[in-house]
């Protein structure tokens, strides 16, 4: 394994960002090669943890002989995000700068072709460190980001041209659902990682081998060693059925057995008033149409100071917030229902 540092410099003078990247050289160029990133909202650690509990296997696996596509990993992405602190919060999903999403304004590039991207040494910190991880990146056939939700289930975003091809991965991961989307107009990593791939030769896209998926390690809290550990075998046993590392005392998952839905389907639930919200649901529990999600509280102590929320289909709750106080408009949960929500927000993914 050797380990290199890359530099992103500041916005002002002195100031400038540092991050590490770890690569495992494969011994048969002609395997899949993967790159995984985590904590591109910088403060979601469960994936963090999970490649810190992969690095052994993949150690072993490397002193053995068994390594044979190339691997990139970084596991701490967004350096920028990481030393963000507002009155003492932690505030690593948007730049402060800008104000921009650091999963939102990556390059749609048309071609897999590095040359396309920007140049990276003009723009603000945040876009430069985007054009540097999508240059790391790109021309690997596995391309994993790990994120979390507020509080979630682990499940996959898959662009619909790779499902069910990818459900194989879903298994080896153990993800509890997969939600399929279509077009990105924002820019998300992912979106960036599958783009470029739409409109080539079939002979160069590689749609058998391909792999582009923003990972949804649950919740925001989930950071726990045996989370972790199962996490990375997750990973390992993705890399192996993968054909990117060799492992044959491995067996092979069975077939994906968890929630397939489009994107579409989901209900986010705005919150019609502002309050305190009490939860009658958590993540993984199914509901029916019209069942209780929420009572939110939002005249403590006087009648009428309750609002319920109710579930406008059936389906399966996927997230919910993780504090409870909340304003008006703001999402309550992700509900993945049975067929489209009444609410779709067409487009991008959530992250
Ligand atoms: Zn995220």
Known sequence: MQKSIERIAGDSEGVSYEFPVLRFDGSDKAAPSAYLQAALHAGELPGVVAIDALMPMLEKAEAEGRIKGDITIVPQANPIGRAQYHFGEHQGRFHLGTRTNFNRGFPLLAAPDPTLL?????????QRLKTRLLQLSIGHDIVLDLHCDDEGLAYLYVHASLWPAMADCAAAMGVDAVILWGEDTDGTFEGASITPYLNVPADVARFDRRVATTV???????????????????????????????????????????????LENIDMMPAPRAGAVLYDVKPGDRVAKGALLATIVHAPGEADGRTQVFAPQAGIILTRRSRRIIRAGEDLLKLVGDRKSADARSGTLED
Do not use: C, H, M, W
């Not at 199962?230 to 057995?257: H, I, K, M, N, W």
């Open 216 to 262: 949804e390690y649950r919740g925001i809290l989930d950071v726990d060693g045996a989370l972790a550990g199962a996490d990375a075998e997750g990973l390992y046993r993705l890399l192996v059925g993968r054909g990117v590392v060799l492992d044959q005392a491995l067996s092979t998952p069975g077939s994906f057995t968890g929630i397939v839905a489009p």
């Open 118 to 126: 920007p140049d990276a040494a003009f723009g603000t910190a945040d």
